[in-house]
Structures are given as C-alpha cells and as structure tokens.
C-alpha cells in the first residue's frame, strides 16, 4: 500500500534538505512524498527541485500567492 507524506513548505530553506531525506530514508519505501511549496520567497524551491532530481517519488506543487492555511480549511 502507498503512504503519501504531504510536507507544506515556506521559506524554510535551512530545514527543508533535513525534512526531505528524513522521509526519503524511512525504510518503508512505497511513498508518495508531496511537497507544496506555498509562495516561497527563499531557495525553498531550488532544494525541492534538486532532491527530485534524486528520488522521483517526490512531487513538487508551487502555489504562485501564499495561501497559509486558508487552502486547507472549508
């Protein structure tokens, strides 16, 4: 069964490398690792883009304005 690990992301760049191979190394390896990049500002997406390259069970969806968590709640 595929696990999707959805990870939300904003500027967060000096964590965002750590956070990633965490879940990557997990030794369950049937994931779906989702990123949603919410309007960052920093090199946020440059990290997420670089670590796709490595492991393509990473999805990278970019949010063009900040949404918080309004793009969460009902």
Known sequence: MKVSVIIPVYNTVEYLEDCLESVINQTYKD????????????????????????????????????????????
């Open 31 to 74: 994931l779906e690792i989702i990123v949603v990049n919410d309007a960052s500002t920093d090199n946020s997406g440059l990290v997420i883009d670089e670590l796709m390259k490595a492991d393509n069970r990473i999805k990278k969806y970019d949010l063009t304005e900040r949404k918080r968590r309004r793009f969460c709640q009902k």
